[in-house]
């Protein structure tokens, strides 16, 4: 596979990140851009799948805002809805039909949701969600898993890349802040347990389930790698947590409207209790919410659980949830099966750039998420497999990436939107074959 030689340079975002780090801590607004290669990239605009830089390049973007423009940059239907509400109103501190129609729509797709509370984040969302199931259980204690990350709060910032060794018998594993800073309590009320192992969730909560309020999860690990769960194993979380009266979460915040139209749940088949999404769901404008089952979600209508926040359900924000979630109900099937033949076209692409070259590289994942690891295990089940696999090495070859004009997250990951078509999909390959090459000769 022989395309025209791409060869980018990052001059003026070299200089602009050196201004900078005078003023921002690092030069960036999110810990996670620290870790793009060559470094962090100034943009100026975005078309579609593609963005465009402060050095005139023109990047094929696979990061996709890390993930929210499900729909590529800039939908115009989603414009549209935007600059309507605009010329009524930016935020009323009240109420509005916006918020009805889309809490509406995300219960008409989600299984689990019957009721539905806006927030700005995905953190937020979490953060709610958790004290909501405290509220319904009467309990204290949540248990999560390595790997998984449910936003930046300390209640949760524990075991999303480090390794962990087991705590006391039927007590998960030992916790590990992930930041500086942490209180020291925010570990008091937190299990850990690895994930896709449902022999070791069970010796957990046979030991302290009756003290446990929730049991948080991503239904597909996406931010370590991006790995599906085990056949039976959501089921089988399912079950236990029905079995020791604990709330079911599942962070969505990544799957939702992403890995189809009922998000992981609907994929899978497994509906829990309570469910946190974001991203998707406002198409780059920032939403998050908390959704569920009625019975738990109407202890906030008491008022006995706080729930607020000045933005929530911010016309604006509500203006391009519900033109995209239109979009997508609208579109139903036929959009997620378009979406996902080209998914599998570029997973098949790439991996037969991979294979052609000899490379030690997984290519592992949904259609419409998917992850880049170095390694020469022919696929990873959880976080300690993940964490085998050589993230210096891949760091190295997103510079070679980079120039050859494609942009993927520092994590690895790339996502899919509906405006990578089949021509950006094989000039993606090419491009990828190109950045291979490249920096296996190096």
Known sequence: MQGEMVKLGFEQSRRLLESSRKVIPGGVNSNVRMGEQPHPIFFESAEGPYLFDADGNRLIDYVMGQGPMLLGHRPGFVLEAVEHQLSRGILYGGQHELEVEVARLVTQMVPSAEMVRFNMTGTEAVQAALRIARAATGRHMVVKFEGHYHGWADSVLFNVGSGSEPAAEGAGLATVPESAGMAPEAASSLIVAPWNDAGALGEVLASVGDSVAAVIMEPVMANSGVVEPAPGYLEAVRDLCSLHGIVLIFDEVITGFRAGLGGAQGRYGVTPDLTTMGKALGSGFPVG?????????????????????????????????????????????????????RGRRLMQGLRGVVEDRGAPCLVQGLPTIFNLMFTEMAGVRNHREVLLTDKARRSAFLSHLAAAGVRISGLGNLFLSSTHTGDVIDSTVERFDQALRSFLSG
């Open 289 to 341: 919410c908390v959704a569920g089952k009625r019975e738990i979600m109407e202890i906030v209508s008491t008022g006995a659980v706080t729930h607020a926040g000045t933005f929530n359900a911010s016309p604006i924000s509500m203006a391009a949830a519900r033109a995209a979630l239109e979009h997508l109900y609208l579109g139903g099937n036929e959009f997620y099966d378009t979406l996902e033949e």
